[in-house]
């Protein structure tokens, strides 16, 4: 009774306390923090002229604001399936995207602009035919270069195609103007051509369906530019953005120092490293839980599909099986992650780490599956009989002789899936999770520098992956050992 009442108290409170939390609605903006002065992160937090306008739109309708980061093409996406109510990105307002999602009133006129570096050969936009052209991927730089002048070199954001082009890799980016000019202020040698492409405009895309949030966020937005605090928080995130320029700038010209430069903005300024640091755990978290998601699994299959090459039965069950190794084998994991999180939980909100652990995890056990089952097939058909002879059962004698013998076989094999699997997860950015690839993209994002930021991502997966190595050659040896 005791223990009933105890209970019912827990129980009470965990209520009580998840109600007062669910107080106010939740608002789910969607964003690509790359885009500063409008959206970027800083100290790990997402800032900027959108977030600040939605939440104090938010606090006025009463919403608690949710903020997520992911890729541009995405966050249309994400308002259409419902993931979020409101994508606040920069975006330009195109007949297109009018078809596949509602815009708000309008809050930013913009343009886009030519980057190149200060000594080019490059006048105007006439001049771009032919040349080596740096855009974000799915923005309306990509589809005015596309249409306009030629196939463009797409980038998840447009920091990259600055790297780019300042590492020689392009002859000019197309971007819009206001993070053009961010973008420069932060790099030595790089000029805007005074001619722009096109004019545009910015508006909030909110799912068509909610037709209430879209009159409220009108209404707000209206009673915002009249009183000129749209105005205000733009001009001084402007202004915050100019005053900051000069920072990432390297001035040294030993190698020496500007490798100490370069590591102190990459990694010590603003606390940068900690990208890396928290990027790191969830991989390792994510590669930890697939792991044994992929073994359960692969366990289960090889046994089925082994039974029923042996015995003749289990038929239904190989079917199934036969079917999944062949779609999960025949297909990349990258598409089956996009296809897990955008498709099977299109409109329910679950964390991603968990998504990622379930796709991986299945992925990886087609492997585990196969690798398993060809240690089953290599021993004996005699030990087989031997076992039945001695009066085991045939699961019995799988899991006693057969299994055990069969995983010291393929424990080589093994181990190289899980180091396949560690790495595999890099692509988990995919879904906007903060991987440690990613880590060292966000980094990236806000240094435009590509050397350090890629070189201390492969040295951590390769520490990780010597040790997981050394690990596996000690079980080994124990396992030899022992027999
Ligand atoms: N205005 C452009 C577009 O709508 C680019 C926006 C990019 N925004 C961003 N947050 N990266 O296509």
């Known amino acids: 009774m005791k223990y009933f009442y105890t209970f019912l108290f827990l129980l009470f409170t965990f209520l009580l306390t998840s109600c007062s ?27 900027g002229i959108d977030p600040c306008i939605i939440k104090r739109i938010a606090d006025r309708l009463g919403y608690q604001l949710k903020i997520q980061d992911m890729s541009f093409d995405s966050v249309i996406a994400a308002v ?39 000594n080019s050969p490059i006048k105007n936009s006439t001049e ?53 000019e961010v973008y420069i202020s932060q790099r030595k040698n790089l000029k805007i051509l005074d001619e722009p492409l096109t004019y545009e405009e910015y508006a909030f895309a909110i799912n068509r369906k909610n037709k209430e949030l879209l009159d409220k ?8 530019q009249k009183s000129g605090e749209l ?14 320029a000069a920072d990432n700038k390297v001035e040294s010209d030993t190698f020496f120092g500007k490798l100490g430069a370069s590591f102190r ?8 490293y900690q990208y890396l640091l928290k990027g790191f755990f969830n991989t390792i978290h994510i590669t930890f839980f697939s792991l044994i998601l992929g073994i359960v699994i692969g366990f289960g299959v090889a046994i089925v599909r082994s039974t029923a090459d042996l015995t003749g039965k289990m038929k239904l069950a190989d079917f199934f099986c036969r079917i999944y190794l062949t779609v999960i084998r025949g297909t990349p994991v990258v598409v089956q992650l996009l296809i897990i ?66 995983f010291k076989n393929v424990l080589p094999a093994l181990g190289n899936e899980f180091i396949v699997l560690l790495k595999e997860t890099s692509v988990a950015g995919y879904i906007a999770l903060d991987d440690l690839t990613k880590g060292g993209d966000i980094i990236r994002s806000q240094t435009y520098d590509a050397f350090l930021p890629l070189a201390a991502v492969a040295l951590i997966y390769l520490i990780v992956v010597v040790c997981l190595s050394k690990l596996l050659g000690l079980l080994e040896k124990r396992l030899n050992k022992n027999e």
């Open 217 to 224: 966020f009108n209404r707000e937005l209206q009673s915002m």
């Open 21 to 47: 939390e669910q107080e106010k609605p939740e608002l789910i903006m969607v964003t690509n923090a790359t885009f500063p002065p409008y959206e970027y992160v800083q100290n790990g937090r997402i800032d």
């Open 341 to 406: 999180y955008f498709v099977i939980f299109r409109s329910i909100d679950v964390d991603k780490i968990f998504v990622a652990i379930i796709a991986f995890g299945i992925n990886s056990g087609a492997y585990v599956a196969e690798i398993i089952r060809s240690g089953i097939m290599s021993i004996d058909k005699g030990q087989m009989e031997a076992g039945r002879s001695l009066g085991l059962s045939y699961f019995q004698t799988m899991n006693q002789i057969i299994l055990p013998q069969a």
């Open 265 to 272: 903005i990459n990694f010590i300024k603003e606390n940068r």
């Open 80 to 118: 259409q399936s419902g993931k979020a109510h409101v994508a606040a990105s920069g975006i330009t307002v195109t007949e297109e995207r009018k078809k596949q999602v509602a815009f708000s009133i309008p809050y930013v006129i913009a343009k886009q602009v030519i980057i190149v570096p200060e």
């Open 231 to 244: 105005k205000n928080i733009i001009d001084e995130y402007k202004s915050r953005h100019s005053a900051n």
């Open 128 to 180: 771009l035919k032919g040349k080596r052209i740096g855009v974000q991927h799915g923005t309306t730089g990509d589809l005015y270069v596309t249409e306009k002048i030629q196939n463009p070199e797409r980038f998840t954001h447009g920091p990259l195609a600055v790297a780019a082009l300042i590492a020689a890799k392009l002859d000019a980016v197309v971007v819009d103007s206001e993070p053009a």
